[in-house]
């Protein structure tokens, strides 16, 4: 356990995912900006996030959107300068918003220098040895392949030094050697550098694979749990207890569980195995997939937190469903075959729903009520729309809708210059679906949106009560009370397309009111007969037990 007394903030925060490139254009190029982003800072803080996860926006040759990092030590370009990074995290500060940054340390850009180097190296140096060499492609044999559709090796062999180099993702993004002490120590740099800008926090991209070892998955050796808890010591040691480390571990939740270490790993974790278990159990009607992966989740030490989430910047992700889920999954929500890439679907919160407000709501109201901190992904506040007929995964990534002026108000460039077009698809149009159309209207998605970050922002039960699931003979409703030691809500949720009558037993808080916590209206008493709820289809309802 960690000895060092931390501030609990990423506990009970709401964390907005923001791609700097799709959110606002302040120097009219076509590319949004930290200048842009400073702009929307009040946007941010209206809205009630209390942190945002910033994605990459080093220098970089794009060409897996920034995870390909050709220099960790500065802004790239056409995002601004350090200054306008170190305005944004200010700016972000003072309006109570915490800056969570990327730290992309299992592979860099095959354009980073120190590849370049370790291809001039003499074999056997250190500076070779940055990345991971073979001279034959059968090394680690039977480990999988992240993104399927567009590489067909974990191994690329470079004609110049006539030997393979080691890759988890595209080829152009060679895996650094972690059993390279150097490699190790320019870690910790990069840390401390960013680190002493002030920022609170780094999502640790793709961590499950920093070490190799053969005979293995290559995926959460001990080797890595224990760099890991020299990291945390390190960043303990040298910042406070306040910078806190999420942990991108697409496991299984025991697997994942285990880069929270014993609260001396990572702070955080995002639960990749509920996510799809949501959206699954929405389209089955049926609570029992959602059941299965909460009982399946162990508990995990009291310093440290899941991260939830709806969508992110990839693709809706099935690599932790059975195959028959996964073709399930395809079947139900990518009828498009477009839509599918790799294990996964390149689609929005919103397509998923059918554009239904109700099923968003009902999405949402389980990201903030079910154990965990809850991460948004932009535009998803709006209900924007996507375009999977875009490169891999660009149509999750369009600009983000401000208006129903030119370039949704993203930016002033000639259309034709923006670095991914908006969304122009009837059902999901920009001119609909954006921010201004949805602030003068009080009962839009954005103002609901408001609303409920509101009311999870007051329910400490909300944030970081104990949850348990109740079990009503209805098993097209999903029930559970989240309790902490001042208030006691109750959740229902219909997972059906149609209205459903519900019995809970609440015996156990019989003679106790009940009230609606979204509009405030006062709900029957709770006797020892069992409580009768009716729910309209897909409708959920937040009580609070008084
Ligand atoms: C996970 C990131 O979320 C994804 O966007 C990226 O392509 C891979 N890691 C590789 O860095
Ligand atoms: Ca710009």
Redo the contacts with the bound molecule.
Sequence with gaps: MSTHTTDLWYKDAVIYELPLKSFYDSNDDGIGDFRGAIDKLDYLEELGVTAVWL?PFFPSPLK??G??IADYYTVNPIYGTLDDFREFVAGAKRRGIRVIIEL?I??TSDQHPWFKRAKEAPEGSSFRNFYVWSRSADKYEGVRI??KDFEDSNWTWDPEIEQYYWH???HH?PDLNFDNPEVRLEIFKIIDYWADFGVDGFRL??IPYLFEREGTSCENVPETHAFLKELRAHIERKHGGEIMLLA?ANMWPKDSAAYFGEGDECHMNFHFPLMPRLYMALKRHHRQDIVDILDETPEIPSVCQWATFLR???ELTLEMVTEMDRWFMWEEYAENHQARINLGIRLRLARLMDGSRRKMELMNSLLFSMPGTPVLYYGDEIGMGDNCYLND?DGVRTPMQWNANLNAGFSNANPQELYLPVVIDPEFNYRTINVEVQEKRHRSMLQWMRKMIGIYKDHPALRSGDMQLLFPANERILAYIRSCPSETVLVVANLSYKPEVVELDLSEYAGRSTREMIYETPFPQITDRPFLLTLGAYGFYWLQID
Aim: proline share 0%.
């Design positions: 994605l897996d959107d995870y390909d992309v299992n592979h992240i993104f988890r993702f595209y993004q991209d793709a991108e992110n910047h990839d995964r």
